[in-house]
T-cell receptor, first 114, second 112 residues
Framework: DQQVKQNSPSLSVQEGRISILNCDYT??????FLWYKKYPAEGPTFLIS?????DKNEDGRFTVFLNKSAKHLSLHIVPSQPGDSAVYFC?????????????FGSGTRLLVRP | DTGVSQDPRHKITKRGQNVTFRCDPI?????LYWYRQTLGQGPEFLTY????????KSRLLSDRFSAERPKGSFSTLEIQRTEQGDSAMYLC??????????FGSGTRLTVV
């Protein structure tokens, strides 16, 4: 039962162009969403998040959009840079008893070509 | 204090052996999480501590797995009688709030 899905395992984009990474979820109880970036041999690093009461959050070159009716979120990176090449994980937060835990998607590997 | 520290970074063990991993969270963080990541998948939740109390365990955590956080600071994850299917990256994360996780670099386990 995969509650958070990233259907594109990989994405290749030219430097300077926009990268759009997509994520779908099934559980309407999710109330907070996060994007993490992961380089090889390192742990995931927090990138940007959005609460379910918002539909957009922007931080520099990174913008996350949330469409609750479609249970869909996306991460836009513009302009894309070669250093953005990494695996990007979408995660959703859900409260379980006294804790919150993150449910991750399977990741999208982004390659930004110089 | 520069972040979440995990030791060792890599571990190769023979099937049937026991292994133990250590995680040192950011010092003021009272919440500590263990996740496991296999190739091509995202991190999967294993267990969660608030201070020294283990509040939740995933069904993924079979009886061969045990985690402790004895003084509410560092944590250990032990796998007994390792199997090849245990080969994965084991990630530790800590947080002060309910939302913001900081992950360590992980321990990569290879069972041969």
């Amino acid at each position: 039962d995969q509650q958070v899905k990233q259907n594109s395992p990989s994405l290749s984009v030219q430097e300077g162009r926009i990268s759009i990474l997509n994520c779908d979820y099934t559980n309407s109880m999710f109330d907070y969403f996060l994007w993490y970036k992961k380089y090889p041999a390192e742990g995931p690093t927090f990138l940007i998040s959005i609460s379910s009461i918002k539909d957009k959050n922007e931080d520099g070159r990174f913008t996350v959009f949330l469409n609750k009716s479609a249970k869909h979120l996306s991460l836009h990176i513009v302009p894309s840079q070669p250093g953005d090449s990494a695996v990007y994980f979408c995660a959703a937060s859900v409260r379980v008893d006294s804790s919150y835990k993150l449910i991750f998607g399977s990741g999208t590997r982004l390659l930004v070509r110089p | 204090d520069t972040g979440v520290s995990q030791d060792p970074r890599h571990k190769i063990t023979k099937r049937g052996q026991n292994v133990t991993f250590r995680c040192d969270p950011i010092s003021e963080h009272n919440r500590l999480y263990w996740y496991r990541q296999t190739l091509g998948q995202g991190p999967e939740f294993l267990t969660y501590f608030q201070n020294e109390a283990q509040l939740e365990k995933s069904r993924l955590l079979s009886d061969r797995f045990s985690a402790e956080r004895p003084k509410g600071s560092f944590s250990t994850l032990e796998i007994q009688r390792t199997e090849q299917g245990d080969s994965a990256m084991y990630l530790c994360a800590s947080s002060l709030t309910e939302r913001g996780y900081t992950f360590g670099s992980g321990t990569r386990l290879t069972v041969v």
